[in-house]
């Protein structure tokens, strides 16, 4: 399998989720600007979408978006721990969490990179933002992970988390996220692909 990637972009969560459990697989950076692989490839022709992460699988089919990589890559070792069994009670509250950071949070988040973005419009994102990072820190409550125990959803909450120093987003209001931020960045498989990604 190849995994196409930015350096600190969404696609590090299945990185992560990669060296958590030694799936076999090979990396493939793609620039931002040129849409082209470091292998020269014209990356449109392997996700016509542009953006990151996409999996290619053996059989030359591709994957992408950030929900259905992670939960594919969890399902392939299903002895991780990464996701519930599918179709019980508890996978199905992993996806609300899925769903809950990809379109609450990393939307959010990642429109502080946007060059066209306003103070009015950062502003009305701040604000909007702080409300959902409120309502985390409620669903948290007092456990080391969002579920019982690390799961895809844990590498892709740190992946954003993580954009908020760059974005000079301010998490020290809510000392319960910038914890668990701590906490899941000291994995060893979070270190190991952020080191990978060239980001320590």
Not at 8 to 25: F, Q
Not at 79 to 108: C, I, M
Not at 127 to 142: C, E, F, I, P, Y
Request: aromatic content about 10%; glycine content about 6%.
């Amino acid at each position: 399998m190849k995994l196409f990637y930015l350096p600190g972009a969404c696609s590090l969560a299945p990185h992560i989720v990669v060296r958590e459990t030694n799936t076999d697989t090979t990396l493939v950076k793609v620039d931002r600007a040129t849409k082209q692989t470091e292998e020269g490839q014209n990356y449109l022709d392997v996700n016509p979408k542009g953006y990151v992460p996409a999996l290619q699988l053996d059989d030359g089919s591709v994957l992408t978006e950030a929900q259905v990589v992670l939960q594919y890559l969890a399902d392939l070792n299903p002895d991780s721990g990464l996701a519930p069994a599918p179709g019980s009670p508890e996978r199905y509250k992993l996806q609300e969490w899925l769903s809950f950071v990809s379109t609450e949070l990393h939307k959010n988040m990642g429109s502080f990179f946007n060059p066209k973005q306003t103070p009015e419009w950062r502003e009305a994102v701040t604000a909007l933002l702080g409300m959902r990072l409120d309502v985390l820190v409620k669903m948290l409550g007092d456990r080391e992970f969002v579920l019982n125990g690390f799961t895809v959803a844990d590498a892709y909450l740190f992946t954003v988390l993580n954009w908020a120093g760059k974005a000079k987003f301010d998490l020290s209001r809510w000392p319960t996220l910038v914890a668990y931020h701590k906490r899941v960045g000291e994995r060893p498989s979070v270190q190991q692909a952020m080191k990978e990604e060239g980001l320590l």
